[in-house]
């Protein structure tokens, strides 16, 4: 995954907030980030429109120098409760047990995860971890919460003539970090975070292909 796109889901998942954004903007220096200053120190529900919110965040998606985009990051406190708390790309890591966003390629963690879980769930595992990331890649995911459907996870197990997860495998797959149920009560969805996705898609395929024992 190119290093911009890590960047920009990044920022999706721990930096959303507007006044973090300005705050990120001013640790980085940009200039541009000033002309709001008063608008946030005196409103504390101040927000930016549409426009600037997408220039706000290119600005700061493209920080040239990589150790200043990292130190901005640990200067600004993500949000306390997330669902999903930990990132893990090929250029960026952050698990909330360690607290520190870092430039670095940790996906060495992830593959041992993506293996251990399908060790357990086997090609139930597989079909439901693949499905997902089809999806995704169609563009299919849900516009409003992100993840898809059940419905649609289903349809693409049977395309792809896998098995179905039961209960337990979805337990599993969770434990590990790897997947998460999403959207709301009345319009549930189902998630592999996005910057994991080239590294579960690469490890769903070398177990594919080698020598397993399937149920």
Request: glycine share 2%; aromatic share 14%.
């Given at each position: 995954m190119e290093k911009i796109r890590e960047r920009e889901i990044l920022l999706k998942r721990f930096f959303w907030n507007d006044r973090q954004l300005h705050q990120l903007g001013k640790l980085a220096n940009i200039d541009w980030f000033s002309m709001f200053d008063l608008k946030f120190a005196k409103d504390?529900?101040?927000?930016?429109?549409?426009?600037?919110?997408?220039?706000?965040?290119?600005?700061?998606?493209?920080?040239?120098?990589?150790?200043?985009?990292?130190?901005?990051?640990?200067k600004t406190e993500p949000p306390k409760y997330m669902e999903i708390n930990r990132f893990i790309g090929e250029h960026y890591f952050y698990d909330v047990n360690v607290g520190q966003f870092t430039s670095e390629n940790k996906t060495d963690i992830l593959r041992k995860e993506v293996r251990d879980a399908l060790e357990e769930t086997k090609e139930r595992g597989?079909?439901?971890?693949?499905?997902?990331?089809?999806?995704?890649?169609?563009?299919?995911?849900d516009r409003a919460y992100g993840g898809a459907?059940?419905?649609?996870?289903?349809?693409?197990?049977?395309?792809?003539?896998?098995?179905?997860?039961?209960?337990?495998?979805?337990?599993?797959?969770?434990?590990?970090?790897?997947?998460?149920?999403?959207?709301?009560?009345r319009y549930p969805t189902h998630?592999?975070?996005?910057?994991?996705?080239?590294?579960?898609?690469?490890?769903?395929?070398?177990?594919?292909?080698?020598?397993?024992?399937?149920?």
């Open positions: 504390q529900y101040a927000y930016f429109a549409e426009e600037e919110k997408k220039e706000a965040r290119e600005r700061i998606l493209n920080i040239p120098n990589e150790q200043q985009f990292v130190d901005i990051l640990n597989y079909s439901f971890l693949k499905a997902i990331i089809e999806l995704y890649y169609k563009g299919k995911w459907t059940w419905t649609d996870i289903l349809s693409k197990i049977r395309e792809l003539n896998g098995k179905y997860p039961s209960p337990r495998d979805l337990a599993i797959l969770k434990s590990y970090r790897i997947y998460y149920k999403t959207g709301s009560n998630t592999v975070p996005e910057e994991m996705i080239p590294t579960i898609d690469n490890e769903l395929e070398n177990w594919r292909k080698n020598p397993h024992v399937k149920e």
